[in-house]
């Protein structure tokens, strides 16, 4: 099977396109293009990959010249962010759109009447667990992922003020909205906190490992569990998260929910670094849910039939 993938608004190492779905399709001896803005994000496409660039929110016509480059003689077009749904050729193999933000009843219902529509459901979020994790120490808190007004960045600001008297660090490791970023630069340059930017999923998982924490401060506009709190699972880190992760932590009973309040998360880092019992213990079952229900490998199978299914539908999707 011939698989373009395709997106021109995440980074080209997203590790839910790159390192779990490319990757398992190519590990099952597919080939794949993937078109994707390489060159904004300064990054170099990975061995064994066909790659097209394409400009970060490409217009439609950039953004279907694209497309046309990257489907030639291919079976099947996965697209990672609905935009793209507007700019496809005429010509084209079976499409599918792997739903990553959030979208209108209407726009859901369009695509579903012309694609195949992919959520968690069908393609589960997941993370790579590890074998064996350090165990949570006691002076650090990290947060993984995409930082925003939304995901919380002034509580995580607010919150590693707070910290300072306590010997404890705040490791922020992902990108950062454009009206957040001056705030994390001035609280960098002061010291209350390290930002290291965007960091490819793989690295920034073996970073958190050993920390107190982890931290997930999504507010209520944020509607699915953020995939980050499978990651401190797997690298067996207590959650600390507001009630848009709380069916996970509670389910799995690894870690605590809050409010998105600085002195509700703050109380929840000290009461754990004061426990190193308790910590050792949330860890050890986050980690064991992780193992048995969100391992990616354990899913990488069901994802790649799923595709070849895809690409051996009879009838071609419909022109938009």
């Known amino acids: 099977m011939r698989a373009c993938v395709a997106t021109t608004v995440h980074h080209p190492e997203d590790a839910r396109i790159m390192h779990r779905q490319i990757r398992a399709l190519l590990d099952a001896g597919h ?17 064994g990959l066909a790659a097209v660039d394409v400009a970060r929110n490409a217009t439609y016509g950039r953004a279907r010249a694209a497309l046309r480059r990257g489907l030639r003689a291919a079976d099947l077009l996965i697209v990672h962010d609905h935009r793209l749904l507007r700019a496809l050729p005429y010509r084209r193999p079976p499409v599918v759109w792997d739903v990553r933000e959030e979208v209108t009843p209407r726009q859901l219902a369009r695509a579903e009447r012309r694609h195949q529509v992919v959520t968690p459901a069908v ?3 997941a993370t790579l667990v590890s074998s064996s ?14 930082l925003s007004a939304e995901r919380g960045v002034t509580e995580l ?7 300072v008297p306590h010997g404890i660090r705040l490791d922020l490791i992902g990108a950062a909205a454009r009206d957040v970023r001056p705030l994390l630069r001035d609280a960098q340059r002061v010291g209350l906190l390290d930002w290291f930017g965007y960091v490819p999923n793989r690295h920034a998982l073996r970073m958190a490992e050993g920390a107190l924490a982890g931290l997930s401060l999504a507010d209520d506009t944020v509607r699915t569990v953020p995939t980050k709190i499978m990651d401190y699972m797997g690298r067996g880190l207590p959650v600390i998260t507001t009630p848009q992760g709380g069916s996970l932590v509670e389910g799995a009973g690894c870690g605590l929910v809050v409010p998105l309040d600085v002195d509700a998360v703050l109380n929840a880092v000290l009461d754990l670094k004061e426990d190193p019992v308790r910590r050792l213990k949330l860890g050890g079952l986050g980690h064991a849910e992780a193992r048995l229900r969100h391992h990616w490998p354990d899913h990488a199978a069901a994802f790649v039939r799923r595709a070849e299914s895809w690409a051996g539908m009879a009838t071609h999707a419909l022109a938009v």
């Open 31 to 47: 080939e794949v293009t993937y078109v994707a803005p390489f060159t904004y994000f300064n990054v170099t496409p990975a061995m």
């Open 123 to 125: 393609v589960p979020e």
């Open 133 to 146: 994790p350090p165990p949570p120490g006691d002076t650090r808190v990290v947060h993984i992922g995409r």
């Open 157 to 163: 600001i607010g919150l590693a003020e707070r910290l």
